[in-house]
């Protein structure tokens, strides 16, 4: 049975620690969804999406209610609209008609993120992927619920380097036409490499096309928690350090477990993952950058971060696999930097820059996530940061992805506050040194050696 | 059988678990367990309780033990024991 100091530590968990459930991500197949017309295929997307998640939110609201677990995001999934509208869209506007539809049915349900306004084109683009493509600074511009993503590359498939080139066309048309927002488009629109089928969070989140029919994922977080945890074996062995984390990230695990099931349960729908990340936001304490700080550096980005970074990220996957037998996603720590309190502290007094983040992204769990950088960024020097992260994912079998936000009429040093869960950004330093001649080049990169694995 | 925990955590003063138990006597809910303790004049306890034969739903049994809370000026929280076990036991 269970005794006072166990439920007053999940108590203060989730009081004073900022314990919560991120996402409940309710993912949907709309391949049958589609049809030759437009209007025809964006009535279907509306009444499927409505039938299966018509009661998401009041749902995970319950689960809150009686588990005493904050829920803070409901988010719906859809199959990478690139392929459902392949055979009705024949222009940027049907695309965008559909993303209406999907914005128009996210409201109507309540729900926070509509993610998979997506194409995968790691190899090569249809006609559908490419009007999708040329689509999204519209589509982020016009609508607020939509999240757009774009997989350049995999490890077995090698980075398609013109949509490389794209997409840095596409950030900073995205940025603006959304400059009256401090260019706030491009922190719905993500590079990756390596997507993940089952992710839960956003902005990268699409229902893969191996996905059943409808799944339920669920994202937990607790950055909070480890820091806590952490700080009462201030100066202890690494063994301690890692025992600490790996019993922590257990507990916030398992608690994404059971909201999960009973989601799952209670919604009729097959429980898919659990993404076990350390997903910061804005709140103090509920930091990434701050566990590295609580495990010794003076700042996060000092020497030995990255190692830090690969200990915590390899602790949590650690922990987390005991938890729960399905554990996908993305999973790991995040490092986004306008989303977490003490990333932008060590970007301000200098401690952090990008080429220490992109270092860091080799043993996170994601990519460069939320970095702002100057407005006149040219879009080749957007391509090459795009380009490095997809190389890095490449080869080192990893997920990957940019999420970069050139902040129009900003410099270096300049701050623009988003609000909610999306933070402040500082805008960051970028090298000035040009890489045009590099993303001028057509074609793609190839796979690498060790993806021959047949 | 639908096991809750109710927390109370707040300045000690006299009645809080005869204030807490005659509100759940008035639900049909069942004490199974109870444990207390006062560190430096603040009072923690816990409860387990059956509410299978509670008569309403569980969103207005805590909105009305939320009334009891304010009242006696302490923290008071219900929750399905499910998400204690699922933390605290293999």
């Not at chain 1, 100066?235 to 984390?245: A, E, H, P, R």
């Not at chain 1, 790996?246 to 097959?270: C, S």
């Not at chain 1, 960024?377 to 391509?383: D, Q």
């Not at chain 1, 992805?401 to 129009?408: D, K, T």
Request: hydrophobic share 40%; proline share 3%.
């Amino acid at each position: 049975m269970i005794n006072l100091s166990e439920a007053f530590e999940t108590q203060n968990m989730i009081q004073h620690e900022n314990l919560d459930v991120r996402t409940v991500t309710m993912g949907i197949s709309l391949l049958d969804c589609a049809d030759n017309d437009t209007e025809k295929t964006c009535k279907n997307i509306h009444d499927k999406i409505k039938r299966l998640a018509g009661n998401l939110r009041s749902t995970a609201e319950e689960i809150s209610s009686e588990f005493g677990i904050p829920i803070v995001n409901k988010r719906i999934s859809v199959t990478p609209i690139a392929i459902v509208g392949s055979s009705c869209c024949k222009s940027t506007k049907d695309y965008l008609k559909i993303a209406k539809t999907l914005d128009s049915t996210a409201k109507e349900l309540g729900i926070n993120f509509i993610g998979g306004f997506s194409a995968l084109v790691s190899k090569g683009m249809t006609k559908g992927d490419r009007l999708l493509i040329e689509s999204i600074p519209s589509v982020l511009s016009e609508t607020e619920n939509i999240c757009c993503s774009v997989n350049v590359g995999t490890t077995k498939q090698g980075i398609n380097m013109d949509a490389v080139r794209m997409m840095g066309q596409i950030v900073v048309r995205t940025a603006e036409m959304t400059k009256d927002t401090g260019s706030y488009g491009c922190a719905k629109l993500v590079s990756l490499c390596n997507a993940p089928d089952d992710n839960p969070f956003m902005a990268g989140a699409f229902h893969g096309v191996t996905e059943p029919d409808a799944v339920i994922n669920v994202g937990v977080s607790g950055p909070g928690v480890v820091k806590a945890a952490l700080e009462k074996v201030h100066g202890k062995s690494f063994q301690v350090l890692c025992d600490t984390i790996k019993k922590t990230a257990f507990k916030i695990t398992r608690v994404g477990q059971l909201v999960a099931q009973e989601a799952a349960k209670r919604l009729n729908v097959p429980f898919g993952i659990i993404d076990l990340s350390l997903a910061p936001t804005p709140a103090i304490g509920d930091s990434v950058a701050d566990i590295i700080h609580e495990m010794g550096m003076e700042q996060c980005g000092a020497p030995g971060t990255t190692a830090a970074l690969a200990l915590l990220n390899d602790q949590v996957k650690k922990g987390g696999i005991m938890a729960s037998s399905y554990v996908g996603g993305l999973s790991g720590a995040f490092i986004p930097v306008s989303e977490d309190q003490g990333m932008i502290n060590a970007v301000k007094a200098g401690a952090l820059t990008i080429e220490k983040l992109e270092a860091m992204t080799c043993v996170c769990s994601v990519g460069l996530d939320m970095v702002a950088v100057p407005g006149d960024t040219p879009a080749s020097t957007i391509s090459g940061i795009i380009a490095d992260e997809a190389a890095i994912g490449m080869i080192n079998q990893k997920t990957t992805a940019v999420r970069i936000i050139p902040v129009i009429g900003h410099d270096v040093g300049d701050e623009y506050e988003y609000g909610g869960l999306m933070g402040t950004a500082q805008v960051m330093k970028v090298n000035k040194f040009s890489c045009k001649e590099f993303i001028e080049r057509q074609g793609r990169i190839p796979a690498p050696i060790h993806s021959f694995k047949n | 059988m639908n096991r809750t925990i109710i927390t109370a955590v707040g300045k000690d003063t006299p009645g809080i678990i005869a204030r807490i138990s005659t509100f759940l006597d008035s639900k049909k809910v069942n004490i199974l367990d109870i444990s207390q303790t006062i560190v430096k004049g603040f009072f923690n306890m816990m409860m387990i309780v059956d509410a299978k034969n509670m008569d309403e739903n569980f969103d207005e049994f805590v909105s009305q033990m939320k009334d009891i809370s304010s009242e006696l000026g302490i923290d008071i929280r219900c929750q399905r024991e499910d998400i204690f076990d699922m933390m605290h036991r293999i």
